[in-house]
């Protein structure tokens, strides 16, 4: 975990001057060319001096409604105030703020009791609260108090092909589940279960198939570390969760389940099974495994009641817009917009070394930065006397992680109308490269998601911009409106896209540390990242001095946006 206090960093304003490209009236050059030639400005050493401060520790993530987050947001701010640009928001300033509703847990009561005929015996109360942990760690859902029999189900498989129904015996319907949570899928080389028989079908099947009211994963950490996780969660019950738009009452609202996932400790686990220590509920797990086709679910003599204790609230969510007007008198009206994420995920699970703070530096670390060194490419040539035709909205939204809440919000919103946007850019996750290309040893490329599968037009542009200056391998793997992934329309882009504004979505894929504390500063491709931001530059650069306006022009994209209106 890397503590960089970079605050004090110093953003130089550079004095403004009157080049031989502008004359003393404040004309501007908009020739695509010299704008061109400015992307080699774009520099690793800009990008690795802003990310370690997006994505540094102090910032705890930058969640959604957290202090970690407006700072991040104060950071942009001052660093679009200082290279001027205008400011877009509300009341002078570069914040458009929007309401959330969200829900604040304050605290999740579980007490367990051995039963006995018509007797019942408390033998665990815990309650889990802020800086209060518990037996219990709630990983998602549990929106409603939940009451009922802890029935063991070895593995929760249920694997035809393999014989194996651990869910048939004693009734599942209305009780608590207990479950290892590792699915043996292979033992000493040979196969137990199905490799497509996944975690989730496992819940579905628990939950749609058998009626679980609740379930208990025992997972593989020793009581030492589920200890010190349990501690951890304890100190970030308290942060919003299951936000929503205000302005469109419940119709967005995160589905908060009834159920409850939850994992339990391994020494409550083994007192439930019958198992003295530890190492006894290990072994039962190895039994279990052996057994794995003659298991079947069976009643403990253990009922479990759990209580959660929630309000609902509001909180304050903000974008960050820009703006570069252009030069075009007919066409500085219409802009492009070029946008990128600042949240993530803010603290959640240590990894392996401790750490817990998700910082987020590839997702989406990457597009903010890469906004601000586009911006302030955008703002070396001004001082050289060249501005594109139209304008540009530089806009940093918040809230993706919970929903594309802050561009859901500025699309019904919008600073400049909807009908004078003729682009969007997506920037999001565009510093790394994924498996399949590290193996293969070529980074240098990057996914292409929008274009041609919206606009022929504004998929040219993009490519005659990729042509004529870093010349990246554009991967079109996921360009596909039937692709399972649906990465057309999982990122901020599709809040414009819905509305019929073509896009593109600039993505370098998933690697192994998406969504976890590894998402460091250190695991970024300064080679590879300030190639990706010239190719966006320049491409914003063709798109705004473009003639005409990019059209959508796919029929199928035009029926699906249909199904979704506004």
């Known amino acids: 975990m890397k503590n960089f206090f970079l605050f004090s960093l110093l953003i130089v304003i550079a004095a403004p001057s009157i ?16 704008l061109f030639e400015f992307s080699e400005s774009i520099t690793a050493d800009f990008l690795r001096n802003h990310l370690r401060v997006i994505a540094n520790d102090s910032l705890r993530g930058r969640d959604t409604g957290t202090t970690g987050i407006e ?15 205008q400011p877009k928001g509300a009341n002078g300033t570069y914040f458009q703020p929007f309401e959330l509703n969200a829900t604040v847990t ?18 665990n109360h815990s309650v889990e609260a802020e800086n209060f942990s518990s037996d219990f760690i709630r990983s998602f859902g549990g929106a409603v108090p939940i009451e009922g029999d802890i029935i063991y189900a070895g593995f929760g498989v249920e694997d035809s092909l393999n014989n194996i129904h651990n869910m048939e015996g004693d009734a599942i319907a209305g009780n608590w589940v207990l479950i290892f949570d590792q699915i043996p899928y292979v033992v000493e080389g040979d196969t137990l279960v199905d490799p497509n028989y996944t975690a989730r079908d496992r819940l579905i099947a628990l939950l749609q198939d058998h009626g679980a009211q609740g379930i208990l994963l025992i997972s593989d950490q020793s009581e030492s570390d589920f200890n010190k ?6 100190k970030t019950i308290n942060v919003p969760n299951n936000l929503s738009l205000a302005y469109r009452a419940n119709g967005n609202r995160a589905y908060n389940p009834p159920y409850a996932y939850t994992q339990i400790s391994p020494d409550l686990a083994a007192e439930i099974l019958g198992v003295s220590n530890e190492e006894g509920l290990w072994e039962l797990r190895e039994s279990t495994i052996e057994n794995l086709q003659e298991f079947r679910a069976r009643q403990t003599p253990f009922y479990l009641k759990y209580a959660p204790h929630e ?19 007919e066409l500085k009206d219409e802009v492009v917009v070029i946008m990128g994420h600042h949240d993530h995920v803010g603290v959640g699970t240590p990894n392996e070394s401790g750490d817990f703070i998700y910082n987020g530096a590839d997702d989406n670390g990457s597009g903010t930065t890469g906004l601000m060194a586009i911006a302030n490419t955008f703002h070396q040539a001004e001082k050289e ?15 993706e992680e919970s929903g594309l809440l802050g561009s859901r919000y500025y699309s019904d919103h ?69 692709d399972s992934n649906q990465f057309y329309r999982r990122s901020d882009h599709w809040n414009f896209g819905r509305l019929g504004v073509p896009f593109v979505f600039f993505f370098t894929g998933v690697h192994e540390d998406y969504h976890a504390p590894g998402d460091e500063v250190d ?30 022009d796919n029929q199928q994209f035009i029926e699906i946006t249909g199904e979704r209106p506004r």
């Open 385 to 399: 006397g060249f501005k594109p035709k139209r304008s540009i909205l530089f806009l940093h939204v918040s809230a």
């Open 71 to 85: 700072k991040a947001e104060n950071y942009i701010a001052d660093f679009y105030r200082s290279i001027g640009f």
């Open 106 to 123: 304050d605290s999740l009561v579980y007490t367990t009791y051995r039963v006995d005929g018509t007797d019942s015996l408390q033998v």
């Open 414 to 482: 919008p600073i400049i109308p909807i009908e004078q946007t003729i682009a969007a850019l997506n920037t999001d996750m565009i510093s790394r490269s994924d498996p399949e290309h590290m193996e293969a040893g070529n980074t240098d490329y990057v996914y292409l998601i929008g274009g041609e599968i919206i606009s022929s037009q504004l998929d040219s542009l993009v490519v005659n911009a990729n042509e004529q200056t870093v010349n990246m391998q554009l991967d079109r793997k996921y360009n596909d409106l039937n």
């Open 311 to 329: 309000e609902d609230t509001a909180i304050e969510a903000r974008n960050v817009l820009a703006y570069l007007e252009g030069t075009d008198p």
């Open 19 to 34: 080049s031989k490209a502008q004359d003393r009236s404040g004309n501007y050059s908009s020739d695509t060319d010299k």
């Open 229 to 234: 996780i349990a501690e951890f969660t304890s």
């Open 523 to 552: 695991g970024v491709d300064f080679e590879k990242y300030p190639r990706v931001a010239r190719l966006i530059y320049n491409s914003a650069v063709n798109i705004a001095n473009f003639e005409g306006v990019p059209k959508v």
